[in-house]
């Protein structure tokens, strides 16, 4: 099975970037479908943006579609996500999420799970 792990997580200014990578190990991450989400404290896991295993297609929630972008290096076994005009409401730990079969926006469809990496936005 394949491991995911996140970092580039930190403490940024609103309208600031960040930019977080979900490496791979295990298992080649051209074989998984991908997903990042988040969730900040007392709320919800929320789906952020997801990219199909070939890379070419790409989905983002509501809040983030215009300011986030998802990407991946197949070839490095990472996946990315560039996080620009950052707003406080962005503030939560955010989650890389694997599966082989699945493409969705839900994140019970995911199999496996990185631990997350904490990103905090101040205004």
């Known amino acids: 099975q394949v491991q995911l792990v996140e970092s580039g997580g930190g403490l940024v200014q609103a309208g600031g970037s960040l930019r977080l990578s979900c490496a791979a190990s295990?298992?080649?991450?051209?074989?998984?479908?991908i997903g990042w989400f988040r969730q900040a404290p007392g709320k919800e896991r929320e789906f952020v943006a997801a990219i199909f295993m070939n890379g070419l297609t790409t989905l983002y929630g509501n809040p983030v579609k215009g300011r986030f972008t998802i990407s991946r290096d197949n070839v490095r076994n990472t996946v990315y996500l560039q996080m620009n005009s950052l707003k406080p409401e962005d503030t939560a730990v955010y989650y890389c999420?694997?599966?082989?079969?699945?493409?969705?926006?839900?994140?019970?469809?995911?199999?496996?799970w990185g631990r997350g990496t904490q990103v905090t936005v101040s205004s």
């Open positions: 295990g298992r080649t991450l051209s074989r998984y479908h």
């Open positions: 999420a694997a599966d082989p079969s699945t493409w969705s926006d839900h994140e019970n469809e995911y199999d496996y």
